[in-house]
């Protein structure tokens, strides 16, 4: 099945500035959809690669590029191809792709960007399936509509493209360095995909050097084709990837980002983000608080973390992340053992435990028991404990053993600190040799504090795998992600499958597509009233009256005191304006009050329409809280939850999570607010009904998320009472998605 | 002058322990002050040196130390004193302390505990004034008492002790390494004080390995006599030392120490301060909230700030931004440039240039006019600046050399990242070229990304005193710290003189002799009152009476509304009780409420001793605050804002400083609480009187300072009404200092 598919998109971020420019253009995409390769293995194991543009002159990326192939220790066939033929690094040099064998893997462009197509059409031709094109000159720098046609190109053959604007990717597999950085990669477990290449090559040195192992690297650039999700599928079965480390600047399809990661990365891997553009304002102004939170960067840190992806902060802090995640377990319980030769390391990592959440095990008995044997006199068994700086191999084997040996401890920290007496390789002896004794089975990190010795210990321990850091917050930091991600595992595992709550989706449909048809994008109050209540999210009671007879039998009905208020969209401030009036308590005072406001408005705002008076029910007492659904143009629907006002507005105390929740996510996103303690009793206050608040969320989450073209609710202040009491909205405001028709 | 001083003090954290220990003990000492010696210069710069206990047994403390002095350098007289005789390391040594010529400028004494007071003895016959006692066994066993009496025994002879409990000190102006750590020491202009003594050696190691230039290492251990306080008079002094860098785990005189440290420290220098032990929990529970928060790290994060410390919260942290005050001067003014050959690590800076405070130039017409001409097509001019990755030498010559020039630009953060094609040790010559030819006198930090060789290139910079990191956010975060002690001075020079107010000192000295007199701690409300008034801060009116005429008399002459509240130290929650009536409005409101609250405490509370009923002024309106004030253990008077209820109690949005201080300063409070939009109108509220606020916390610092038997005055709430309307406390509540008589 062919089909034309023009649609918008936004452009990924440009490598070469600051800020993502957002450019829409059209993509005209003719892709056979079925016969485009979904698998990326002969990316990256193929049996034979056709370099086009290799070169024999040094330090042309194209000669980079086959001296990596060729010296990586790759044992498949490659064919470079470079009209001049003859020889380059004992490879037979083709004159051009025509002249290439049928049945090659991979290809690689390194040629100027105006020869690019015809090369995928050729490279196509021989029956390519994929084609890495690490030419750059394309949408990074305007030539969007030139990237559009290679990948039609390719589509035509269902062919995959890497790239453009790629540095090419490394395959531990495949012992295949087809990148033009540089030529040494140390092998391990962690897959690398970044959307900078520059910062990509800069962290293959960098990884090669601290001994951080890595299973792959891949330069995505443009992502003309293959982007992060395709590759989240490839890693995600690669049993040699045990760590996904992704530097980020954009993500356009954040839902399928999350959804993908969620589904397909199994529990013993583990995904770490750097999204870099923490910093970057957002463009668009959105008129109520849910928008204008949710626009930040907050929405990326909330649906990473909802996803268990460890968003790191610095390429520092993902590579120590991803040393732990790839060279010890996560751990089976809660309980830390610090062990260290000095006492100022040791309360440095108390310290740290305390900032990364890690929980120092402190039954002291227990460890009385456990360790008192294996510390000299002055030692402590207290956690941190002391070993003292009299402490060498042997007393660090003995503790480390006791510590290994417990199940008890969950996770092991061993601390060293250069003492000058003590042989620091001894002490790196005693860990290797513990590992060696137990396997891989327990958690454990470590630090070495100290000068050239010290280091020449850590990347010692580093090549026997060991997660050895050159600071004790590095260590404490690694092991409070592999906490992070258990707990994430355990909290998944415990999940119940979603059930969807009852909602009249049709009817509430037929109400937003009747505003839609009169071109409004804010519903009346008596159709969001209308939405609410078919969602089954209780509001005051209420009803907009358009005589003075029926807004005193509508007090009557409801019940005193009742809340007046102008119903108009042109009325922004309605309190302002004089369109509203509280606790009017019997039939006279909502006579006056119906007359005020009219009159009130009126006066201020003669060409407002004035579609009527709402009379509500006035709810007294309570804690103000908020609740809103918006729509994120990377995430979709989300759903935020916050105290009212000042909370909100100006301590943007506020969680957020991807819609649709349980309503036990929805109960915990209650809890993770600085103020909760507001809500369970604090300050002599009553505990209010946190299960009839996070209905309203978890009801939320389902109408922003079954309902298309809701961009935004906004139900602000929410009143919860006391526990069993319920919580109801007081004031309700729904903006629909604005179409372009 | 001589005389004997029993004193009971704290004593210091232990290095082998996490949690500190505070031990009273008694220190008997009887010190000659007038003879002391004051001077350290002796300690650091010797012309001579006795050592007690050198040994020629390799490994032995006593042997790697004299090693260590004989092979730094040092050309003083060096005297190793050893009963066995001979020669080490062709020094002759001696067989006792009496065989020493007279004049010998420092002793260190590494012999078993027990001999080194009778070592003491014998050098201070000789007439030597100071002595390092690195020997351990002493209080941080337990063993006070030997060491107070070697104290005691060297103020005997005016001789001043370094330890005991140490690793000796490095000293680079008399190219001195008389510690038992590591042999090399980068030689620079960082000052090392360790409380820690592995730490400490550790740290040698460390920063020789990052060639960080060190002035001096000193390790105070048990400071039984040598303080931080002393180290911090030599180090003020010392031309070679720009930057002070301590580890600390305690301070018992934390108003001493930052009294010195703003008197003393020069504009030009600076002084970071690891503070270990931020997740100790406080021992002391305190009534009431500032106390409570007050007893928190907080405080000593305040009172750093507040004396221009940069509080570094790892090691490496620290050693960072040493390297940026050691090797780059303060920043001119706040604008600053990134110029990078790499999107991503751009975007990185951008993010960690929010994050620690440093402002990016972004006026993009100048930015167009200084840089267009000096970078490649595609390249981008806006901030950071990206010369792209085909920049090389002549690019990062040219960019640099524009940013150097332009006084406009403040500072310049240069970034490099690996490309694979350029030469990384070029880019590095053109730093140091620009470097060379511009002197030192613009603010720059570099960071290079990549692998060996570009950390080769950080390493040569380094050696070139240049400030290059290896992380993006490090090189950022160092420049934040550069520009956090500019602001600082900025601020320290603009500040005037603090005039006291004028208060009643002496009055209110009586009448907390009165309540002293009486045994008791809390001041009765009349007294709190008076105390307020008197130090002219504004309170609701009001006043305690005894009877119900005396009740209704007293609203008559406050003004209707107003509150009755029981007076009762044995009734602490009096809403609760039924002993508070709000907002009485006539003579009939008043008699019941009086005769209610006595009925309802007396039956609630048969025994509590009642005092009598405050009638008061009924505060309407305003914002509720809190101004507390408090006396912390190790920096004394401390004063406290915040606003009330949730805000102090939960969010504990709340900032401190050290008293007194001037009413500007008090202003620069309110403004850094997280809430503060709430008091200048937020919201659609009206600006509050931040200036009578002002007043408030100016003179409740002084009343902290002043009078020295308050150990807490809490004003909670304090009513903060519209601008020019002032502010009030609603109620007081004034503890005294427990007396042991």
Request: include cysteine.
């Amino acid at each position: 099945m062919i089909f034309i598919n023009i649609i918008y998109v936004r452009l990924h971020f440009e490598d070469s500035c600051l800020n993502p420019k957002v450019i829409l253009r059209p993509m005209f995409t003719a892709i056979s959809m079925a016969e485009k390769e979904k698998d990326l293995i002969p990316l990256f194991e193929p049996d034979s690669i056709a370099i086009v543009g290799a070169s024999s002159k040094k330090g042309k990326v194209g000669n980079i590029l086959l001296s990596n192939i060729v010296n990586s220790g790759y044992d498949g066939v490659v064919y470079p191809i470079n009209p001049k033929g003859g020889e380059i690094y004992g490879k037979e040099v083709y004159g051009s792709i025509e002249e290439l064998p049928d049945g090659i893997d991979l290809g690689i462009v390194v040629i100027p960007a105006k020869y690019v197509r015809e090369a995928v059409h050729k490279l196509g031709e021989k029956g390519i399936k994929h084609t890495i094109v690490i030419t750059s000159g394309f949408s990074e720098i305007g030539n969007t509509d030139e990237e559009n046609l290679i990948v039609e190109e390719a589509g035509k053959h269902g062919m995959r493209i890497l790239g453009p604007n790629v540095f090419g990717i490394y395959s531990a597999k495949a012992e295949l360095n087809a990148t033009f950085g540089p030529s040494d990669v140390s092998k391990g477990e962690i897959a690398l995909i970044s959307q900078s290449g520059a910062l990509g090559i800069a962290m293959i040195g960098k990884t090669a050097m601290q001994y951080l192992g890595l299973s792959a690297i891949v330069s995505v650039g443009n992502k003309a084709d293959i982007d992060d999700m395709d590759l989240i599928d490839y890693f995600a079965d690669d049993d040699e990837s045990k760590v996904i480390m992704i530097y980020m600047e954009g993500l356009e399809n954040g839902r399928e980002f999350i959804d993908k990661v969620e589904s397909e990365i199994p529990p013993e891997k583990a995904i770490i983000v750097i999204k870099a553009g923490r910093s970057e304002k957002g463009a668009t102004a959105v008129a109520s608080h849910t928008g204008s939170l949710a626009g930040s960067d907050r929405v990326f840190s909330s649906a990473f973390k909802q996803a268990g992806i460890l968003r790191a902060d610095t390429i520092n802090e993902a590579f120590n992340w991803s040393r732990a995640f790839s060279s010890t377990p996560l751990p089976e319980n809660d309980k830390v053992v610090v062990i260290t030769n000095g006492g100022g390391i040791g309360v440095l990592s108390a310290d740290a435990a305390e900032k990364y959440g890690v929980d120092l095990l402190d039954d002291q008995t227990f460890l009385k028991e456990t360790f008192e044997e294996t510390i000299p006199p002055f030692g402590s068994t207290k956690n941190p404990i002391d070993i003292t700086g009299q402490a060498g191999k042997e007393e660090y084997e003995k503790a480390l053993r006791k510590a290994f040996e417990s199940d008890e401890i969950g996770a092991v920290v061993g601390l060293y600190c250069e003492t000058g007496t003590t042989d620091d390789g001894e002490v790196a002896n005693a860990v290797k040799e513990i590992h060696d004794d137990f396997g891989n089975e327990k958690t454990a990190v470590y630090a070495f504090t100290g000068g050239e010795e010290v280091n020449d210990c850590i990347q010692w321990l580093r090549k026997n795998n060991i997660s050895a850091y050159t600071e004790t917050d590095d260590a404490m930091s690694s092991l409070g992600a592999l906490y992070r991600r258990k707990r994430y595992l355990d909290r998944k595992e415990e999940m119940e499958d979603i059930d969807a709550p009852d909602m009249d989706i049709e009817s509430i449909n037929e109400i937003i597509n009747r505003a839609v048809s009169q071109g409004r994008v804010n519903l009346l109050e008596d159709e969001a009233r209308k939405i609410l209540d078919l969602a089954g999210i209780p509001m005051a009671e209420g009803r907009v009256v358009n005589t003075l007879e029926d807004a005193v039998k509508a007090a009557e009905e409801i019940g005193y005191p009742v809340v007046l208020k102008v119903v108009s969209e042109d009325i922004m401030h309605k309190s302002d304006a004089g369109g509203l009036a509280l606790d009017l308590e019997n039939e006279k005072e909502v006579v006056d009050a119906y007359q005020a406001i009219y009159s009130n408005c009126k006066s201020k705002y003669p060409n407002a329409h004035i579609r009527g008076i709402s009379v509500a029910e006035m709810l007294k007492g309570g804690e103000e809280t908020i609740v809103g659904g918006t729509w994120d143009n990377s995430f979709g629907p989300m759903v935020m939850f916050g105290l009212g006002g000042v909370y909100v507005e100006i301590l943007e105390d506020v969680v957020f999570r991807v819609a649709p929740i349980s309503k036990r996510e929805a109960r915990r996103m209650i809890g993770e607010i600085n103020a909760f303690p507001v809500l369970v009793g604090a300050r002599g206050q009553s505990r209010k009904d946190l299960d009839a608040l996070a209905d309203i969320i978890y009801r939320m989450s389902f109408l922003m998320d079954e309902v298309d073209d809701i961009s935004e609710i906004d139900l602000n202040p929410i009143k919860a009472f006391d526990q069993g009491k319920g919580a109801k909205s007081v004031d309700v405001a729904i903006s629909i998605k604005r179409k372009v028709i």
